[in-house]
């Protein structure tokens, strides 16, 4: 069967045999067609991976879902121009859709610059894909059929791999590095020999030197200090003696060879900013855990060996997940759904698809399941993050299960962990490994990988985009004020390293006073609580000195399961809780999902914007068995201290009646006291009403990560724009100051649990503003009462007032440190 492949420009299609150039023309590097652009776009002809980006950014290779891989060559002879005219948008690593821009470049400054503009589409890896039907001599646009390619069947063999026994070490003199012409020159003198060459970057990456789309990969720049190495000596000093020349492009390197700096990568800016997951400050070099599924070779050995790799590591896998869902619990929910994926037959066919195409058994199973997890993100729906994981999961694990665990060091103490995205089962393996701190290119500030990151203690970044992909292992990280600072100088590290040693000598300061209480110094008392969601974490924040629990996350029952809990077992989680707090009041915050917390269990229809749609209180009422089950199992639970419940996303009085009239029926049927329902302040309406609301809320909580994300019109979840959050703009200031004046009016408190309660620089406002209570995570309890501890309420008072009316929340904190220097 042959399939098609579209073109990644408009323009005038040739046959390859007519581009002047000998290394295209000849097919040196493999067949295709050519284009002669009309327009600077160069875009996606199909799903796929992006494998490398020329630093000059004229020539992208794409891994196509499909199979080819094509290298797209922006005209002749363009990397001599050393970036200029041209704009990547994509890095290496990097997923892309069809029709997604790769490169824009400067159509009318190419043409008077460049030799020309003709650029090839070439099919790299011949051996198992064959070009048929090429179009040429006509315009084409972009995305539409210009050739087709057809599997070639038949077992391919992997290359025999020697162990090296010859190598020589130079600093590349080609003066615009390892293009694609040298490449293609490189690849076939190589091939003219027989055992292994290969190419050791300064990265630690390697390339064989008969692939030139794998040495392109490399990215290697002038004066990068290679290692040519190889079982052949004779190739292996063939192939550096031909790199030596320069070929044609020598430019003198001076000194010895020395490893090429790992850092600045050309492009990768020296900050990263991010999404604060678990705040704090850390320092250390990049660690980045090799990915099984990254690293599996793509040829296989042969197509019956491979479906026998696969059904034997299928089998494998479906042993220990049958055992675990004969379980109970979280887990054996999760391996039951893991057990029907194994087996879905969309992904058995994929994945025999593209072993008959000759690739490896791991390799297949990855692409099959890639291209589920790719449709599930193209719905743009964050009910399905949870699917994607499970996908995720189940890629890995069969992988795993045929090529074993990847062979890697443990990371060196005090490192910092950086990956694309983490899985709960990685981080806690590192468990003990004494990292510093997290940073990952995707990811939520509510996933459970920061759940458990937080619990260890580690500062973590989010959402930091694909760029992180360019750190090298070994760089030296910082990771301060939502941002990741790649080789900072030494100055810089001096100062961090000062900077975490005062705040571990103030941590043991606040912790020696942790169970007294927080009084300002002219005498007012705030109330410190935590936000929790186990017991666990409960046990731990007494310890801290938490005065009760202000915001109890129930989701964390609710989520990773593939049935709601049921009231029995939820009162005795919730009686768990209870208990670990002893005397300590608790505030319950009755079940916050949908959005950004999507479970399973919930058949929702697809909503075009989640954060605008059903969730939060809104949910519960939409799903009465859900509130109904959840009321009636916390007024069974037995507290010392007052129990108190709350709602999410309240927007509307009426939602507030209604539930207030559900507990107030359950609490009659079960015979017991109805206990005091407030509730979160997390919508600017609910703000905008809170005197109407607190005549029937007995007290209002401020969820200031939501109230900032709707106020701001930013949504929290989206990396391009939630590292703009701040909750100090004055905007919600202005609808904090609201809330607390509402609630006033009718003797109502006001409390804050979002993230801004635990900001130092956010404390002096909402204290000035009239909040009286604190909720905050538990590694912050210490800490948040030591700096109330240091205020004066008067002040404070003040500063806010003065705050409802900067212009913007840069202001807002400029102004915070000037009360800090007054002394406070
Ligand atoms: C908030 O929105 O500030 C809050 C505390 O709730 P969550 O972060 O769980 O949405
Ligand atoms: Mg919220």
Known sequence: MSLTIASPLAGWATRLADVPDPVFAEKMLGDGIAIDPVEGRLVAPG?????????????VTLQLDAGPVLLMHIGLETVGLGGEGFASKVVDGQRVAAGDLLVEFDLDRLARTAKSLITPIIVTNGEAFAVEDPVSDRAVAAGERVMCFRALGGAVTTTEQAAPTASRTLNLPLEHGLHARPAARIAQLAASHAGTIEILAPSGRVASARSAVAMLALALPHGAAITVRGSDSNGVAAVADLLATGMGELKPVGGPAEPAP???????????????AVSGTAIGPAFRPIDPVADIPEIGSGIEAERAALMVAKDSVRTELSADAAGEGDRAGIAAAHLALLDDPELAIAADATIAAGKSAGFAWRQAVGFYVDQLRGAGDARFAERIDDFNDLGRRVVLAIHGAPDQAPPPPGAILIADELYPSQLMALGEAGLAGIATARGGTTSHVAIIAAGMGLPMLVSLGDALAQVEPGTELVIEDGALRIAPDAADVAAVRARIETRQARRQAALAHADQPAVTTDGA??????????????????AEGAEGCGLLRTEFLFLDRGTPPDEEEQRAAYQAIADA????PLIVRTLDIGADKPAPYLTIAAEENPALGLRGIRLQLAWRDLLDAQLRALLRVETQAPLRLMLPMVADRAELVAAREALSKHAGDLGVATPELGIMVETPAAALTAAALAAEANFFSIGSNDLSQYALARDRTNPAVAAGLDGLHPAVLRLIDETVRGGAAHGRWTGVCGGLAADPEAVPLLIGMGVTELSVPGATVAETKALVRTLDLSKCRAVAARALTAPDAAAVRALVSSLSEQGQ
């Open 47 to 59: 799903a796929g991976v992006v494998l490398s980006v020329h630093p000059a950014g004229h020539a």
């Open 262 to 276: 790992s850092v600045p990568v050309a492009g990768l800016p020296s900050v990263l900013k991010g999404v604060t």
């Open 525 to 542: 008392r705030i109330e410190i609580f935590v936000n929790l969601g186990s017991a666990a974490d409960a046990r731990a924040a007494v």
């Open 581 to 584: 707090l002893g005397d300590r």
